[in-house]
């Protein structure tokens, strides 16, 4: 899961940062931001166009460039070329992530930060500028970052955790691909490859847009598919993979999830149209009980077309995933006071943007550090209440 993002010279962020980086984690700093990580269950909030899409596509173009490279992720879904994309093209855009993983194989948490930077050609064109990737190593119970990959410029070195005085240097031949897209496929390298995983886990979801893929009902894509994508036009090829998996399973899957929505509880056979909103809510319901869930879901405004007990339900459900999967999370957009109802302030981050200038002036707060609003929450007015009654708007905007 993540623990902490920075965005530097990138979309509309000159130096923005939510939840904690890894100087954070090692810091003893009693500031309440500094200690604020990202949790399992996060709601980005604030008035239209002040950054909430564009910092989700920011991570959608960071995983793309590590499993297709910079070049191929600049244009791809609709992407104006990386050129377009930087607040300041004389300067490289900077992506750090921080994370806190789970080692499968002895079930311990792992604290890993990624680095990457991109700078532009004199052609324009996107290339690797420089990648770290720094763990937290345990050293007599005094916990300290270690640099395990620092490449820049194509070439680098890799570090060994019990002798990080030495490494071995590396070149990467080709100036689009990041070193973890590489590394992170190779076993012998346990940590990058647990690093690898996490991010190509990620997933984009997109059941509220209002351009649905229709590619299942033209005929496309026939037969069972593990995993819904992005639209969730594969629905029936999923429930058929589920059902011929097992049968069992599925008849308890679509029953469960038939119950938990209002409106098709009276209904004996499955939605024909995602434009339906309940049909959207199944989407969720159905994406929420994944067998091999996401590390990480970004959705933007899941409640949507949705009616307000659906919202309840759907609350409770992103909730239950992430008390059930330790080390999964969900990151949304809402303008929705229902759906933050049962937030905490430390799970709500807050967008601001003055537009004095086109790029670069966005600011993101957590509604956890104002004293004012965990004094309300902490007195039992709930979060939902709190934004409607404008405790969370900024202090230049209250009238």
């Known amino acids: 899961m993540i623990l902490g993002i920075e965005i530097i010279n990138f979309d509309v962020f000159d130096n923005d940062k939510v939840g904690i980086l890894i100087e954070d984690y090692l810091s003893d700093s009693s500031d309440s931001v500094a200690l604020n990580p990202f949790r399992g269950l996060n709601a980005f909030i604030g008035r239209n166009s002040t950054g909430k899409t564009s910092f989700m596509g920011c991570m959608a173009f960071l995983r793309d460039t590590i499993t297709q490279g910079c070049a191929v992720s600049s244009i791809s879904y609709g992407r104006p070329g990386f050129a377009n994309m930087t607040s300041d093209i004389s300067k490289p855009s900077v992506f750090k992530v921080f994370f806190k993983i789970e080692d499968d194989k002895n079930g311990e948490a792992k604290f890993i930060q990624y680095e990457l930077s991109i700078a532009a050609s004199k052609y324009k064109s996107p290339v690797i500028d420089s990648e770290k990737v720094i763990v937290v190593a345990d050293n007599d119970g005094v916990k300290k970052a270690v640099t395990i990959l620092d490449v820049n410029q194509q070439q680098g070195t890799i570090y060994g955790l019990e002798d990080i005085d030495s490494g071995d240097s590396i070149g990467i031949e080709d100036e689009h691909l990041p070193a973890l897209s590489l590394y ?78 209002p409106t098709m509880r009276i209904k004996k056979n499955l939605p024909q149209t995602l434009k339906e909103s309940p049909n959207k809510l199944f989407l969720y319901l159905l994406l929420l009980r994944d067998k091999s869930p996401r590390t990480t879901i970004f959705i933007e405004t899941p409640d949507k077309d949705l009616y307000h007990d659906m919202v309840d339900v759907l609350a409770d459900e992103m909730r239950e995933y992430t008390m059930n999967h330790r080390y999964c999370q969900i990151v949304f957009s809402t303008h929705n006071p229902y ?61």
């Open 184 to 261: 992170g496929k190779i076993s012998a390298y346990r940590d990058f490859v647990l690093l690898y995983r996490e991010i190509c886990n990620w997933f984009f979801c997109s059941f509220s847009s209002e351009e649905q893929s229709s590619y299942y009902y033209d005929g496309g894509a026939p037969g069972g598919h593990k995993h819904l994508n992005s639209t969730g036009a594969n629905v029936i090829n999923v429930l058929q993979y589920i059902e011929m998996e097992d049968a069992e399973e599925y008849k308890r899957i679509v029953n469960e999830i038939n119950e938990k929505i």
């Open 339 to 399: 759906i933050i109802e049962t937030l905490s302030p430390k799970e709500i981050w807050i967008f601001e943007r003055s537009f004095e200038k086109e790029m670069g002036d966005v600011k993101i707060r957590c509604a956890g550090a104002d004293p004012l609003v965990m004094e309300m929450f902490n007195q039992g007015v709930g979060m939902g209440a709190i934004w409607y009654g404008g405790h969370l708007d900024s202090k230049s905007e209250d009238d």
